[in-house]
């Protein structure tokens, strides 16, 4: 055990212990806290008033909480520096319930208030993000390849022939106007369309099989996010007259750009796809489900049979035609390798008329 220096000026010490960049608990031998530093309180929400003279369980989630007086003896027993579960997953909870994981160092401190553990705890949700990120990245990678291939055919191969085919319309439209009948303009214009249509195609494909490749996972803030997306969707908000409702949102551990274009495409939709005469109401917002943070944006539209719930997240799955609704049947398609990406899940709930809820949680 390291006796505290009696010679140590003890303002110097207690400032010392506040600047540490880590959170610093005081634990004694009952296992209340007796003491934690400015980096702590901030790292779990609680004041420092509310949480010295309470059981260190208050820090611990609840399904773990049972075993931990039982930890606390142990290490009073037979006190010595060492790491907290070596070898083990663990997990501490904010004051708001959120959950986050931790690595924990514990020191044996002999203080004039008695034997005390000294915990410094770490938290390692970002390390975790990217171990995680990397991991699904490598096997999204692999199940991706073949994609990717098609999708750099597409970008150097079809794109030749698509220009050769859409040269020879205009010199048709051009050079032969006078002798084609009405019909065969008419032929012509769809022809275009089509070609159009697939030049769409080939350039969502591309950004599709790009997306993610410049990665950098950082502390994002989605309310950020959320204002920007609506200053781009300024124009589609106002003359739909959207009323977008947007809750409280944490900070996350993500791709900031992907997150962003997750964010546009799901509320883009939610206004597009809503019913005629009705003024949309989008809200987005988080809740915890099956102990998972887990984002939502639900709309008032037109909603989605059942038998389609699965099917548009796939490439170019649409449910209406491009004469009714603009689109290009790739936008859910993103949102999903999006959250593939972050390690996370994407599903709808939705009722026909009445309106749909999209669902995403990141990992
Ligand atoms: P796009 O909007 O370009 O067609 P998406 O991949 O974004 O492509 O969406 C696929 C299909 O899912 C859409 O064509 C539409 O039928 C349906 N859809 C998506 N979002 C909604 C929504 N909020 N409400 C109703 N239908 C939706």
């Given at each position: 055990m390291y006796p505290i220096d009696?010679?140590?000026?003890e303002l110097t010490f207690q400032r010392m212990v506040e600047a540490v960049p880590s959170a610093v608990l005081l634990v004694n031998q009952k296992g209340k806290i007796a003491y934690i530093n400015h980096y702590a309180e901030r790292l779990f929400e609680f004041g420092r008033e509310e949480l010295?003279?309470?059981?260190?369980?208050?820090?611990?989630?609840e399904r773990f909480r049972k075993n931990h007086p039982g930890f606390v003896e142990v290490f009073f027993k037979s006190p010595k520096a060492r790491p907290m579960g070596a070898g083990q997953e663990l997990f501490a909870v904010k004051k708001s319930g959120d959950e986050f994981p931790v690595e924990i160092g514990l020191n044996p401190l002999v203080t004039l208030s008695g034997s005390m553990a000294l915990a410094s705890i770490i938290d390692i949700s970002g390390r975790k993000a990217q171990e995680e990120m990397r991991k699904r990245t490598h096997d999204l990678e692999i199940r991706n390849r073949e994609l990717e291939q098609v999708a750099y055919i597409a970008s150097h191969d079809l794109q030749e022939p698509l220009r050769t085919v859409s040269n020879y319309i205009t010199v048709l439209e051009e050079d032969y106007s006078d002798i084609l009948q009405e019909t065969a303009h008419s032929y012509l214009r769809s022809m275009n369309r089509a070609v159009d249509r697939m030049n769409r195609m080939i350039h969502a494909l591309l950004n599709y099989s790009r997306l993610g490749s410049g990665r950098e996972l950082t502390n994002v803030d989605p309310s950020k996010l959320l204002n920007e997306v609506r200053d781009d969707l300024k124009n589609l908000i106002e003359t739909t007259g959207t009323q977008l409702i947007v809750g409280r949102l944490p900070e996350i551990v993500a791709c900031e750009t992907e997150i962003r274009q997750l964010f546009q495409n799901l509320i883009s939709n939610a206004i597009k796809y809503h019913k005629p005469d009705v003024i949309p109401i989008v809200n987005v917002g988080t809740e915890i489900r099956n102990q998972k943070l887990t984002f939502y944006i639900s709309d008032n539209g037109i909603g989605i049979a059942p038998e389609y719930l699965t099917r548009i997240?796939?490439?170019?799955?649409?449910?209406?035609r491009a004469e009714e609704i603009e689109g290009s049947g790739i936008g859910l398609a993103n949102c999903k390798k999006i959250v593939d990406l972050h390690g996370g899940e994407i599903w709808v709930e939705s009722v026909v008329n009445k309106g749909s809820t999209f669902y995403f949680t990141l990992n």
């Amino acid at each position: 055990m390291y006796p505290i220096d009696q010679d140590l000026n003890e303002l110097t010490f207690q400032r010392m212990v506040e600047a540490v960049p880590s959170a610093v608990l005081l634990v004694n031998q009952k296992g209340k806290i007796a003491y934690i530093n400015h980096y702590a309180e901030r790292l779990f929400e609680f004041g420092r008033e509310e949480l010295i003279g309470q059981g260190v369980e208050i820090l611990i989630p609840e399904r773990f909480r049972k075993n931990h007086p039982g930890f606390v003896e142990v290490f009073f027993k037979s006190p010595k520096a060492r790491p907290m579960g070596a070898g083990q997953e663990l997990f501490a909870v904010k004051k708001s319930g959120d959950e986050f994981p931790v690595e924990i160092g514990l020191n044996p401190l002999v203080t004039l208030s008695g034997s005390m553990a000294l915990a410094s705890i770490i938290d390692i949700s970002g390390r975790k993000a990217q171990e995680e990120m990397r991991k699904r990245t490598h096997d999204l990678e692999i199940r991706n390849r073949e994609l990717e291939q098609v999708a750099y055919i597409a970008s150097h191969d079809l794109q030749e022939p698509l220009r050769t085919v859409s040269n020879y319309i205009t010199v048709l439209e051009e050079d032969y106007s006078d002798i084609l009948q009405e019909t065969a303009h008419s032929y012509l214009r769809s022809m275009n369309r089509a070609v159009d249509r697939m030049n769409r195609m080939i350039h969502a494909l591309l950004n599709y099989s790009r997306l993610g490749s410049g990665r950098e996972l950082t502390n994002v803030d989605p309310s950020k996010l959320l204002n920007e997306v609506r200053d781009d969707l300024k124009n589609l908000i106002e003359t739909t007259g959207t009323q977008l409702i947007v809750g409280r949102l944490p900070e996350i551990v993500a791709c900031e750009t992907e997150i962003r274009q997750l964010f546009q495409n799901l509320i883009s939709n939610a206004i597009k796809y809503h019913k005629p005469d009705v003024i949309p109401i989008v809200n987005v917002g988080t809740e915890i489900r099956n102990q998972k943070l887990t984002f939502y944006i639900s709309d008032n539209g037109i909603g989605i049979a059942p038998e389609y719930l699965t099917r548009i997240f796939f490439i170019f799955q649409r449910l209406h035609r491009a004469e009714e609704i603009e689109g290009s049947g790739i936008g859910l398609a993103n949102c999903k390798k999006i959250v593939d990406l972050h390690g996370g899940e994407i599903w709808v709930e939705s009722v026909v008329n009445k309106g749909s809820t999209f669902y995403f949680t990141l990992n």
